[in-house]
């Protein structure tokens, strides 16, 4: 098949992306973890959950930070909760 239509095409791309972003929190977070900062740590996994969101929902980047913010404001607090 030659021709594609331009959603799966788009798809494959967010795909890839989603990928890539994964790979880049992945490497921020071994990174924070060696020179022992915890920001950096911090970062890259909120980056390859980020990528997870993206590929697995098919969202875009902007969706994806718009969801994961809305996530993380609605629950700041839950590790006081899980000590319960």
Known sequence: MLFQ??????MGRER???ICVQFKGQLKEYWGILRVDPMIAAAGRRDRIAGRIQEQRAFAKEETDRALKDFLA???????????
Do not use: G, H, K, M
């Open 5 to 10: 239509p331009q959603q799966e095409i788009d």
């Open 16 to 18: 890839l992306l989603s």
């Open 74 to 84: 609605r629950n700041r607090n839950w590790r006081d909760l899980s000590s319960e």
